[in-house]
């Protein structure tokens, strides 16, 4: 009898720490996944504080806006689907993206600049993202893009050939005639 009651002590004995290793491993296992998730919450953590223009981070996000801005200096503050297109079309062909992530990305800084007043405001902030960003080719490249939206849907304005001159003079390059 003492055997058998020797043997069901062992096998408690066993399950409780079979038990206690589980939940450390179980433990480890979160502390692992907590830890992955802190550059996510610190990406998080950094936006959750900004809003409008702020949250606009790459060059490429900057130069949408930028097109975006001259778009809406024609139509009252609109930008019409005819210069969407050619915005989506100058960031296919400029920046490598496909067609639908292009659409994707003009709409996303359409909501982020869509209650600013003066498109013109865009200019300071985007050319000061962009100057640490693109070199003196692709600000050349971005200033004939900008030209290219200009006039999808009539001749450019002297507020668009302002913008495009004041963008040029800011990133150095001065090509505006």
Not at 36 to 54: F, Q
Not at 87 to 111: K, Y
Not at 129 to 155: C, G, T
């Amino acid at each position: 009898m003492h055997i058998v009651i020797t043997v069901l002590i062992a096998v408690a004995g066993i399950l409780f720490w079979l038990g206690r290793a589980a939940s450390g491993a179980r433990e480890i296992a979160d502390t692992a996944q907590e830890i992955s998730n802190i550059p996510r919450k610190v990406r998080y953590r950094k936006k959750a504080g900004k809003r409008g223009l702020s949250l606009i981070e790459n060059p490429v996000e900057a130069a949408t806006v930028l097109m975006i801005s001259i778009a809406r200096m024609e139509n009252v503050g609109r930008v019409s689907d005819e210069q969407a297109g050619g915005i989506a079309t100058q960031l296919a062909a400029h920046m490598q993206m496909e067609r639908a992530d292009a659409e994707d990305m003009i709409l996303q800084m359409r909501s982020l600049t869509q209650r600013l007043k003066q498109p013109d405001s865009t200019l300071y902030p985007m050319v000061d993202l962009l100057k640490n960003n693109i070199d003196r080719q692709d600000a050349q490249e971005l200033s004939a893009m900008l030209q290219d939206i200009a006039v999808i849907d009539s001749p450019i304005n002297s507020d668009q050939i302002n913008f495009i001159r004041r963008f040029e003079e800011r990133m150095g390059i001065g090509t505006w005639a």
